[in-house]
Nanobody, 122 residues
């Protein structure tokens, strides 16, 4: 499974961004898809996951209500919509996939994208 992210950039606090993750090598019905992020000098942390059936989404408390995960099965692409961005959301965002129903830990991820930088200025 190969994952390619896009959509990162530099925005101001309060702005929105949508990250995309194009999936190849399998279909979204077979893999759970999620997003992690890693701020400078910190560990990679869980943001949210979409089950392989697309029926459940879990978001970390720090982004709940602001971030949502969705997918377009026809395009085999997963999205992370980020609204009301804050400077503390600044990080490299990684798309992740696993051959399991869902995941929330780095150790349960089978495949990673290359990451895309999101920078939020105050």
């Amino acid at each position: 499974v190969q994952l390619v992210e896009s959509g990162g950039g530099l925005v101001q606090a309060g702005d929105s961004l949508r990250l995309s993750c194009a999936v190849s090598g399998d279909t979204l019905n077979n893999v759970a898809m999620g997003w992690f992020r890693q701020a400078p000098g910190k560990e990679r942390t869980f943001v949210g996951v979409l089950s392989r059936r697309g029926s459940a989404t879990i978001a970390a408390a720090s982004v709940k209500g602001r971030f949502t995960i969705s997918r377009d099965s026809a395009k085999n692409t997963v999205y992370l919509q980020m609204n009301s961005l804050k400077p503390e959301d600044t990080a490299i965002y990684y798309c992740a996939a696993a051959w399991r129903e869902m995941f929330s830990e780095v150790g349960n991820v089978g495949f990673w994208g290359q990451g895309t930088q999101v920078t939020v200025s105050s």
